[in-house]
């Protein structure tokens, strides 16, 4: 594996002042430009498509993250801002009920127009107008304004990782297996040697410390007692993977939770997202192509429910939030980000510094803790308070980005959920014990 | 109203003879130019949406009405053809069980490939194929190629009439109102006085006579018993439908079928489709924007269902198909057909030359026949038998055109039909008793 | 087989004096007593299920003919009536729209009160009611209270027929595999040779002739025109039915109408409902266990679609209802009628006097008709003209009654409907071509 | 309020010597009898119905607690067992995935055979077949026995609780509004003050201490850390309620958790289940018929995003499982329990002793805790080990019992579990903060 692309990236992690308007300026030209950058291989009729309910068309996400700055940032910053776009306002809040009312969700493919080039119109205009904010703002609400600001670009960051997995998604149900980039690997890597690294029972501080930006739902800093445990040094292997599918483990509902076999059985769960069975094996369908699985890589796509009945049949379970934390805590951020433009999930023997394995970057890691509040926790004030905290039920947490995540959105408190049925991010399993 | 436009046309029902090369070459041109006419004002983004799973994408009937000549004329008369498009066959075939595999219906609107590009490049390839076949076909088989091509060229004329109400459809749940294309019309027009016409009891021949193309379920001509009956002179407006709206119509359960109920009532039927209450009455929206309801024009959008419910309301009933092509034997081919190019039906007082209105084109009128074979009905050999037979149930017979149906496509013996709970083609009511 | 019990009813057919005290007491009790029978067999918990939305649990049942005769006899003819169970009437009306409003139909299984009891004290509460009436009614209303006690008998007599085949579906779904009664057959019966019988084309007079009781779907008597056509002398036998079956009949998609497909694919359907496959064959769930399915019976439990496709497959079509009524016009009444209380069609050899075998009773014929108003049909005033008239959408012909129906109840011209997709009546395939 | 009449059981929680014969017969006999108890009042109809795929017919739970205890403990502890019921196996399993196939959950009301007698029969043997090995099974395997005895009756004693829910579901459905039992209750009853006690930060011990019998979900006993937190004294009550409801509560989606609110959509909720809006106000449906919506009494059927949504409104929020389960610690067992057989939560001022009211009983108590293995938790072997493992996720714990459960059968570190969208329980709130 070449070194990680993205290592100078990493100097983002620094103490970022928001009340500096270079600083500002820089960053969101940045996140900008990556949005674009990954759109760059699309036609227009790939901006349109939304295969799923849960993914959303290429086009709306590119309106939304624009909608999200025109409504937080420049209707509150801007002296009697008027939008020049105010039909976009139905049509491009996701689920934020106190900034008015919504297209339903799951329709937003049925919408041909605005067409992608109305938004990305749009997109411009907006651009313009917060460009000129950031330079001429009034001193004394830069310090609000960069606080707000941030949660924009970290909020696109979120909606880029979207961007490509609902692009894998629409692209692997399309029977011409049209190809987002054509890209190919080496052939003869490999995972890490699989160990355990112990970890002492104790009274710990888990959450946010108040340094740089940090979502609402990773404070306050609180106290939580751990056993002791042990977590594995690496992900779970696609070779792993197999000897539990060749062991009966998709059709043995002892080893499933109550809610998972339903689903299994509904959608005739086999194997992970994407596989596909041929004459020579499993095959993955991936961004780049149709290919071989290769048994050293992490396995992914892979839905908590499933990640729950491995662990139960390797004998261990998935680690709490908390030990994951922990855990996490010395690992240096490294490893297969974002940033190397290489969305698939690879075998990767960068040892993040303290004996661990991919910690950061390849694969979301599930966790056993369901999505709650931590004590004390109180959601933003007005609207950005939906963000995260009415989420949590039914949800699990996972840990430590993806090859899909960026390296200057990701840190060891970074806490992600989704819902335990779903297999379209890029998720995988790191056992504990 | 100006003179119809397409008066021209009606030459074509003239005797066809499809064993001349020059003849066949000439409507081959002009059935597939009308289809590109037609698309001529989308937008990329406009060809890749289905908005509903009755309809299809702009993309995906230009592409099917071209598999259908490859299909079934290129297929069957190149020696040798081997497909240069082969991935097509799967995604482009509509519901030709013996031609093979089909891409699930529903989910024609999740594909953003082939892109409509690649499908324009597709049809130009094709019309090359299928002109030199033209040219060079061997005299002996040109009798029976002419004889499919007939048929193709019927098939891409009725895909012509659902590009057009597909397209509305689509235009039509989009919250920014988007216009096929810009167009207004006087506002002074009137329906002509509505009358009775009275027929005789008989036994009448029915089906059609033998004379150039029909379709399979028109024949045998047979005979009918039809006992003394009256039909209307015009289709019901608007008008009169609102009346019926006014009177409780859509609320009183007592006049709607058994099986119409239910649709009422999940729906929330309360007028036709695309109409729009707003404080100052009643709107509709058009493929030429959002307009008031004009009182004189004959009501459209409207189900079996809701066509029965307001002939028991009016005391009157839907004629069979038998009376209703009785009637229509003696009227001249003329009227607001597609080649008027205005998708939308208008108040028209063109005589059809005995005292009928109307007969042909505005609106497809429901008649109160189930769709069933006729006496001695025989299905084409293979999968061209599919075309209409195994539609027989369930379905109600519908006749004379709409202002979507071209003039070369429609003639007395015609049977449309569709499920009764359908409103998205342009259909309307003629009474009778 | 033993002659069939039930001659002695036929004697009903002669015509009834609906004005004459004692023949309407007499029928009265007759039909009544009737639906008691029926019950005997079962336990409390047996009149309680509703296992499908089609059918209705026992117990409803027999409330509901009961509250048919308070509704549209006690509160018509009782001077200034004042119901003593006001609570039923929303609880026991099916469908009349203009008697009120109804409990939803799909939920009648959950309501286990009014007790089985409440329910007998119910029925002989109205019983005494009516029989007083029929006894002190005024001589001026006799007729027209005949007129609608005969509604009131027939009605009661398609409830029969739905209780005994509602328990069937109840017990077959029963693991348990409870017997209604304990019965068994002779092997050794055998269908008669199958042979065609033909007609001459020519304008026919179908439809009650107004002698007797009839439904006012029967009317208005009109004339009809036949082209010349072939009867089948006996319906299909299970044998015939296995020929198709192992021919991949319901794997081959070509046979089927284009809306039976999904429900073939949908259901798994892949032999007649209650067919059950063991290593020795096929067996059928019957009232009276699970038995062989033996040859040489009709096969039954057979939806429109299915009839079709066989139809199709055998190179032969379902008649007309208007052929099957001119057939039938010559036969006797006789055959396997609901009075032999042999729940289960068997193989029968009775000619019915013109060298066509079982076209009563057995199982009902599925005809190619879709249900319609005959020409000039004008349903009853009142509720009781929801009897008919708004079932004709979907639903296609059935003609000559079936094991489980009265002898007193058929006739040539009686046009029973269900809608193409269900099987859980008796019902049948007669060949026409 | 009367005294509670089940103070008397509370010696049960003595340490309970289950290898002593007689102690075992006495429980038995007294669990037995109470569902016995429990289901007098009922009709032989009541038995058969399932009125929503949550519940279960009477039938069923009478024949599964006896299926239980010939599964658990005859089969294993009665050597060469042979079950002279094995067609119930399949029947009476619930989800024991290890035990065998089952019944599909939401069709056991379409089962009306065996009849109640039947399953009373059934019930009777395996009595006889228990009490006989209790009298004689070798001393050696008397603690086993024991262990899996005790199982058996917490076993029963939960669908106890479930008998009662559901029949009162089954009631509220029945337009008739059958009751249970007739019961009147004083109308001065008066809620204790709401006060807020406080607890303070520390590392405590949660789980079950290993005295007498627990579920294998409330151990291992672990440190946890809490915060310090205040707990409010007693339960939210109807006026309470009330004033949420009257400021728009249900209408507010601010106030609800993101998967929340389509099930209030869906269901168009806006009261607790089984409210009634009538003119003179709010009525509830009680298994004592229709009354008035008593303010003092503590509000009951309410799903967890009720109970969220109201805490959010409240300016609280839940407790933490391990809150309520420390506080509770200090309680007597006393209060309104099912001993009293008033299945009916009721305004009640008794102080168990230490300022905290109806910790015990009245209404199980919504906590914020998803349920999830405490650190280190072990399902048991084999099928039991199925008892509690598999349902953890999705749901949310409830602590303390309800006016339905046993005081034989609660205890401060017992876990109940729920889906957060179901209000069938006795399910009320405490709120903390």
Known sequence: ??????????????????????????????????????????????????????????????????WFFETFVLSKFRKDYVSAFPQ????????????????????RGLLSRPSVED?????????EEIESLIEHLDDSRLKEF???????????????????????????INPLHPEYRQKSFPSDRKAPELNYMKFDEGLYEIGHD????????????HRTFLESFELATRPVTNKEFMAFMEDGGYENQVLWLSDAWPVVEQ????????????????YQ??????AKVHPEDPVTHISYYEADAFARWAGARLPREAEWELACRECRLSGHLGEREIYQPLADDTDQGNGLYQMYGSVWEWTCSPYSPYPGYKPLEGALGEYN?????????????????????????????????????????????
């Open 1 to 66: 594996m070449p070194a990680p692309e993205h290592t100078s990236t990493i100097t983002d992690k620094q103490p970022f002042d928001t009340s500096d308007r270079k600083t500002l300026a820089d960053r969101y030209r940045s996140v900008r430009r990556v949005s674009e950058k990954i759109c760059k291989p699309l036609q227009t009729e790939d901006y349109v498509v939304q295969s799923m309910p849960d993914a959303s068309p290429a086009k709306w996400h590119i309106a939304h993250v624009t």
């Open 88 to 107: 976009y306002d139905y049509l491009f809040n996701s689920y934020y009920v106190q900034a008015g009312e919504r297209f339903t969700r799951a329709e």
């Open 119 to 127: 938004v990305y119109r749009y997109r411009k205009a907006i651009d």
């Open 146 to 172: 960069g606080r707000i600001m941030e949660i924009g670009f970290n909020h696109e960051q979120q909606h880029q990782e979207l961007l490509i997995t609902d692009l894998k998604h629409m692209f692997s």
């Open 210 to 221: 108040g340094q740089n930006f940090c979502f609402d739902n990773e404070l306050p800093r």
């Open 267 to 282: 959608h005739g769960w086999n194997a992970p997202m994407y596989w596909l069975r041929r004459d020579e094996g499993w």
């Open 285 to 290: 369908k991936t961004l780049y192509g149709v």
């Open 389 to 433: 905290g009415k989420f949590m039920a039914n949800q699990f947490v996972l840990r430590g980005g993806s090859c899909a995540t960026s390296g200057t959105h990701i840190r060891p408190t970074y806490r992600n959920f989704f819902h335990p049925h779903l297999r379209w991010q890029f998720t995988g399993i790191r056992l504990a014990r």
